[in-house]
């Protein structure tokens, strides 16, 4: 296939909606992905900082799971086929169990729902609901579950919240999640509402959290925190539900981001790179006692992609056969760290947010994380924010970015930040 300059032109303006989002804040028409870097239409590269939202954490197109994916399609294997036992699921299954289930002693199921992130945090509320038949549940400040209608009941962000058009009330307490208020512990105030017959607090089917918030702004729980209301959770009778949509697979240090916080969930929530390819894949961890949902009773046409039941083993077996991988994460992020130290020491009261692989700077304003951005765009570097107010430059880089592309992406952002600064300055003169 050649790739002819079809340029985009105004066919997106005339006729794709106006929701589309990324695509405005990286106006080219892209064309091929490999690695790291993402080419477009004029040839034109680009490093690769945002890695689809970490849906790529092993990088675009990876040889090994491009080789497999084609051999499965040569060979005539089921690209769609419902929940039926397929070759690639049992493979994949086992790839699971043997390099990630059992080496951290977990007994878990795994509950393929819908290929999306927010069907599988549906599906986990309604095996907590229906476990302990319990109608509750606790989620927390900038929390960010998804955008159907149950999981955006769970979603703290105003604005989408605002997109349902409906009441969103039903079945959630809100709480400060870790860090919401200085100085104020919320694993307190909810430890004295669970026990006060009193506080209002309807005894909850479950705890649901990301132990770094993604899309709320890169807040990183304490792992002490996460570890009392995981016992908090424990001792009064609901499930830990934590969300590694996009905090999982790595993006964090290990496999999963709880790890080595003392405590194992009821229940986990993972999409994004569970596929390791890009490809729509999403999954239910469940507690054997848990695992209540009769045959299709969460149903969906699209639970188990093939295609990414063969790029996810490939995931599994190349990068969490041992912990040479994670091992690379942490020096990786190490990098990651020391460069944004240099852009907030750029910003008078700027902040380091997130954790391992899973960073950012908070830069005050939307206003200008979003100049700087849109600047390192224009010098080859795709890059978004985060945040209530879009205030923080996050770094989602993959996971397998070699050195010398991660020190010249971030060599990038720092010149970025540098001219919007100066470009500010002289602008205020
Ligand atoms: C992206 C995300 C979701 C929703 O996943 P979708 O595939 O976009 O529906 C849910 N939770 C977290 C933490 C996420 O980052």
Redesign the pocket.
């Known amino acids: 296939m050649t790739n002819t300059v079809n340029n985009g032109g105004d066919i997106y303006d005339r006729r794709e909606s106006e929701a589309r989002s990324y695509c405005r804040g990286f106006p080219t028409t892209f064309t091929a992905a490999r690695g790291s870097e993402l080419t477009d239409e004029s040839g034109r590269r680009y490093i690769d900082f945002l890695a689809g939202?970490s849906s790529l954490n092993y990088g675009h197109n990876d040889p090994d799971m491009k080789a497999a994916l084609i051999e499965h399609i040569a060979g005539d294997g089921l690209a769609h086929g419902l929940d039926l036992h397929t070759d690639a699921k049992a493979a994949f299954l086992r790839a699971f169990e043997t390099h990630i289930l059992k080496p951290r002693g977990m007994d878990h199921r795994l509950m393929f729902t819908g290929p999306?992130?927010?069907n599988a945090?549906e599906a986990a509320m309604k095996l907590a609901r229906k476990s302990t038949g319990r109608s509750n549940i606790v989620a927390f400040t900038n929390g960010?579950?998804?955008v159907s209608m149950g999981?955006l009941a769970a979603t703290g962000n105003g604005y989408h919240r605002g997109g349902a058009g409906t009441d969103l009330g039903g079945g959630i307490t809100r709480l400060p999640f870790d860090g919401y208020m200085d100085g104020f512990d919320s694993a307190d105030l909810l430890e004295q509402m669970l026990t006060d017959n009193s506080s209002g607090l309807d005894a909850p089917a479950a705890i649901m959290l990301?132990t770094v918030q993604?899309?709320g702004g890169l807040n990183a729980a304490s792992p002490e925190w996460v570890a009392r209301i995981a016992r908090l959770a424990r001792e009064h009778g609901a499930l830990l539900i934590i969300?590694d949509?996009?905090a999982g697979c790595g993006r964090t240090g290990g496999f999963f981001s709880f790890e080595g916080m003392g405590f194992t969930p009821d229940i986990i929530t993972m999409?994004?790179s569970v596929s390791g390819f890009g490809l729509p894949l999403?999954l239910v961890l469940v507690r054997p006692e848990h695992d209540v949902m009769g045959p299709a009773e969460h149903n969906g046409t699209f639970r188990g992609n093939n295609h990414a039941f063969v790029t996810a083993r490939i995931a599994i077996e190349k990068f969490w056969a041992d912990d040479s991988f994670q091992r690379s994460v942490e020096a990786r992020a190490k990098v990651v760290e020391d460069g944004l130290q240099k852009l907030a020491a750029m910003i008078p009261g700027a902040r380091l947010k997130g954790r391992g692989m899973m960073r950012g700077v908070d830069v005050g304003s939307g206003q200008l994380a979003g100049d700087i951005c849109g600047q390192a765009f224009e010098n080859g570097l795709i890059i978004e924010t985060s945040g209530p107010e879009d205030e923080v430059v996050k770094i989602l880089a993959p996971l397998t970015t070699p050195d010398t592309v991660l020190r010249k992406g971030i060599d990038i952002l720092l010149d970025a930040a540098r001219t919007t600064i100066d470009g500010n300055q002289i602008a205020a003169e």
């Open positions: 939202c999306t992130g927010t945090i960010f579950h998804g999981a990301e993604g899309e969300d949509i996009q999409a994004k999403a």
